[in-house]
């Protein structure tokens, strides 16, 4: 599969009708309820251990970033799974904390990964459903691109969006993860259309607008705290809000 080149200093909107709109997920459609780290603690009080939660937090973010260096993409292309990486990610956070027990390590990693497949773990946000409602009435046909593990089809069908979608399409699954244009193209095959015909929506300027544009699709900043100014996304690309997404993709549509 040829690989496109990322270009960081333009991404220009493509030309051509709209079909498709493809989605990433976290942060985008929905957001984690509470930390990570309050989660483990969580299970682990189920099991009469009593952690502090903010040490929980900081020993979670160095063993994530950690594994994310040495284990991109949930290790997939260093035989491990989505499943096997988080619990290691788990046991290794909590080992930090000075827990050591096996069965205890085994059981609390084993709950929270199958948990975060429940909707009472995430909140969707205000904007998204109408959003995704909105976007289908005008004609668009939708699908997912996420650097998510393979519990995401179960995420978005406990949080009630999946009807939404025509496809889903994590990075394990794809065995490549964004900001890769190779996603984008497995996700074109599954559009069966080119990629000016298609918009994708993310919070992410790297992995979602930058690497999208770089795949010739119409890239679509979602900047929820104003971070990025006009100068680095031109103000047809990007928007603070999903409730703005529709008049901006109807402005593509009738280019």
Same mark, same amino acid.
Not at 3 to 25: E, F, I, N, Q
Not at 219 to 243: F, T
């Given at each position: &599969?040829? !690989?496109l080149p990322?270009?960081?200093?333009t @991404? &220009?909107l493509a030309k051509g =009708?709209?079909?498709?709109?493809?989605?990433?997920? $976290?942060?985008?459609l929905m957001e @984690?309820?509470?930390?990570?780290?309050?989660?483990?603690?969580?299970?682990a009080?189920k099991?009469?251990? +009593?952690?502090?939660h903010?040490?929980?937090?900081?020993a979670?973010? !160095?063993v994530?970033?950690d594994y994310?260096c040495?284990? =991109?993409?949930?290790?997939?292309s260093?035989?491990?799974?989505?499943?096997?990486?988080? &619990?290691k990610? @788990?046991k290794?956070?909590?080992?930090q904390?000075r827990v050591?027990d096996? &069965?205890?390590?085994?059981?609390?990693?084993n709950?929270a990964?199958?948990n975060? !497949?429940?909707?009472?773990?995430w $909140?969707i946000?205000p904007?998204?459903k109408p959003a995704l409602?909105?976007?289908?009435?005008?004609?668009?046909?939708?699908?997912?691109? /996420?650097?998510?593990?393979?519990r995401?089809?179960?995420?978005l069908r406990?949080c009630?969006?999946? /009807?939404?979608?025509?496809f889903v399409?994590?990075?394990e699954e794809?065995?490549?993860a964004k900001?890769? =244009?190779?996603?984008?193209?497995q996700?074109?095959?599954?559009?069966?259309? +080119?990629?000016?015909?298609?918009?994708?929506?993310?919070?992410h300027? @790297? *992995?979602?607008?930058?690497? /999208?544009?770089?795949?010739?699709?119409?890239?679509i900043l979602?900047d929820?705290? *104003?971070?990025?100014?006009?100068?680095e996304?031109p103000q047809e690309?990007?928007i603070?809000s999903?409730?703005e997404?529709?008049s901006r993709l109807?402005?593509?549509m009738?280019?």
């Amino acid at each position: &599969m040829k !690989r496109l080149p990322l270009d960081y200093s333009t @991404v &220009m909107l493509a030309k051509g =009708p709209l079909r498709w709109v493809l989605w990433d997920v $976290k942060d985008t459609l929905m957001e @984690v309820l509470g930390s990570a780290g309050k989660q483990y603690c969580k299970e682990a009080e189920k099991l009469g251990l +009593s952690l502090c939660h903010a040490e929980v937090d900081a020993a979670f973010e !160095r063993v994530y970033r950690d594994y994310s260096c040495r284990y =991109p993409n949930y290790g997939k292309s260093q035989g491990l799974t989505g499943q096997t990486w988080w &619990m290691k990610v @788990v046991k290794d956070t909590l080992s930090q904390c000075r827990v050591q027990d096996p &069965m205890v390590l085994n059981t609390v990693a084993n709950n929270a990964y199958w948990n975060f !497949r429940n909707a009472t773990n995430w $909140k969707i946000y205000p904007d998204a459903k109408p959003a995704l409602e909105r976007c289908s009435s005008l004609g668009l046909k939708l699908g997912v691109v /996420s650097n998510f593990d393979d519990r995401l089809e179960e995420v978005l069908r406990s949080c009630g969006l999946l /009807s939404y979608f025509s496809f889903v399409i994590s990075s394990e699954e794809a065995g490549v993860a964004k900001p890769s =244009p190779d996603i984008f193209v497995q996700a074109l095959q599954r559009c069966g259309t +080119s990629a000016d015909n298609v918009a994708h929506v993310g919070d992410h300027f @790297v *992995n979602d607008y930058l690497a /999208s544009g770089s795949a010739g699709i119409h890239g679509i900043l979602l900047d929820r705290h *104003n971070k990025y100014k006009e100068a680095e996304v031109p103000q047809e690309q990007r928007i603070v809000s999903l409730e703005e997404l529709p008049s901006r993709l109807q402005q593509i549509m009738h280019q």
